[in-house]
């Protein structure tokens, strides 16, 4: 592992105005990296993982890997190399695992292949209740025995595949049965699966691995496991999420921007979402996605003049996780749109931010908000509530006018790549500042 940044408590100081554009490579996706790095455990052979984004929560999940016994190697920047032959301990450690939310994806992991772990509860993002209950009926249903106590431990003699019926199409579970699947005996129908892109992304390393997945990119797998699974070379796809993100930085600061490595396929949805707030992007090659820097910001309104709504849902709908920036992209926008958040009961709560900064929000109630716009925002003191709402405020404070500054910057670095490093190369005045003991 490299050396990673110590953990300094930093925050972002912006100057606002500048028009944001250039030509921009994105990282890997975070999402299909983390349940990758999870699956790693269940090979019998090294695994080399590439396009690895270098972000807190990877090296997070390295660290687990590592204090588990693994041998995990950095060759290159975004390539790794893991080998998790000499992992004999099935007890997660708890103090890394309260870091990150993606450490319940060491439990399918662990399941699969020791049939025994223990979890303590998992940290993350402050966006309101996740449930686990998911994960753990189908675990049981794959022949696992649960105890809950301080931590959750789970214990299967033998693990039979089984036609699971999941209760919500929950990204983190579908990936936790899929990697328990791969290692049980027979077939596993998962029914009500989600299908999000980093979800295809794992069921494709999985068959690399040797499981056979069929019905990637649908609601129905059908796994037959293997009764050992070997390495893999395996690269992580674009970050379809962070495309998004720097979509609607470009179109509220102005600028014209280059996005390769772009899969239309993941952003066929975003795009049309975005088109509602008169965002306009065009293809120039098959992966070159162009954003021009004459935008006209204006709100296209439903049939017979309705207010818009902009909603998420499971894949193939809008993206939870864009939720905060398309929130941001409206107030520059002429017009009025409802966000309805149906996902996670805190992540509206990141709008007092923006109406500090002279958004015209209404905050209904914890799931749903109106924007009006078009609104000027001001530089101010915002803190970063989640990673995406981190992006969203980032995003904000390059289009408002003045000196903003973001403190609990540690939550942006969890799922972008050197934000700060980037942006600047794409002429974004942001500066990175390690603040004194007396200020933290």
């Keep these: ?69 693994a041998e995990v190697s950095h ?54 209740r996740r449930r686990l209950d998911t994960h753990f009926d189908g675990f049981t249903q794959l022949g696992a025995r649960l105890t809950t106590g301080d931590t959750y431990e789970l214990e299967a003699q033998k693990l039979k595949g089984a036609d699971l019926c999941l209760d919500e199409a929950s990204v983190t579970a579908t990936e936790n049965l899929l990697m328990v699947a791969a290692r049980a005996r027979g077939e596993t ?11 295809q992304g794992l069921a494709r390393l999985l068959g690399a691995m040797g499981a056979t997945v ?18 893999a070379d395996y690269t992580i796809g674009t970050d379809y999420l962070e495309v998004g993100s720097f979509i609607a930085l470009a179109a509220v600061t102005g600028g014209e921007l280059r996005i390769e490595r772009a899969r239309r396929e993941d952003l066929r949805v975003i795009l049309s979402y975005f088109r509602r707030l008169g965002i306009r ?23 017979h003049g309705s207010i818009p709504k902009i909603d998420d849902a499971p894949w193939p709908q809008f993206p939870t ?56 925002l001001y530089g101010t003191t915002l803190e970063s509530p989640d990673v995406r709402a981190g992006m969203a405020l980032l995003t904000a404070a390059l289009c408002a006018e003045g000196r903003s500054q973001i403190f609990n910057v540690r939550q942006i670095d969890r799922g972008y790549e050197r934000i700060d490093e980037r942006l600047r190369a794409l002429g974004a005045n942001i500066q990175r500042v390690e603040l004194s003991e007396e200020v933290r």
Excluded at 36 to 63: G, K, S, W
């Design 1 to 69: 592992m490299p050396a990673q940044r110590r953990d300094a408590v930093e925050k972002f100081v912006i100057e606002g105005g500048s028009t944001i554009g250039g030509t921009l490579v994105p990282m890997g996706s975070k999402n299909e990296a983390l349940p990758a790095i999870a699956a790693t455990l269940l090979a019998c052979e090294p695994v080399t993982l590439r396009n690895v984004p270098e972000i807190r929560d990877v090296h997070v999940m390295f660290q687990v890997l590592e204090a588990l016994g």
């Design 75 to 128: 060759p290159e920047p975004n390539v790794y190399v893991v080998d998790t032959g000499n992992v004999e301990d099935w007890r997660l450690p708890a103090e890394l695992c309260r870091r990150i939310r993606a450490s319940i994806l060491f439990a399918g992991a662990m399941l699969g292949r020791k049939g025994r772990v223990e979890l303590p509860p998992p940290g993350g993002d402050v966006i309101g």
């Design 281 to 303: 992007t065009w293809w120039e090659a098959e992966d070159l996605l162009v954003v021009p820097g004459d935008q006209d910001l204006k709100v296209k309104y439903d049939l």
């Design 321 to 376: 996780d864009m939720m905060s920036v398309a929130i941001v992209a409206a107030t520059q926008a002429q017009g009025t749109v409802l966000f309805f958040e149906k996902m996670f009961e805190g992540r509206m709560f990141f709008v007092d931010n923006l109406i500090s900064m002279g958004a015209q929000i209404i905050l209904c109630d914890p799931h749903r908000v109106v924007v009006v716009g078009p609104s000027q």
């Design 214 to 231: 069929d019905g990637i990119g649908t609601n129905l797998l059908r796994v037959r496991g293997a009764q050992e699974l070997g390495g």
């Design 189 to 199: 129908l998962i029914r009500n699966a989600a299908c999000e892109p980093h979800v």
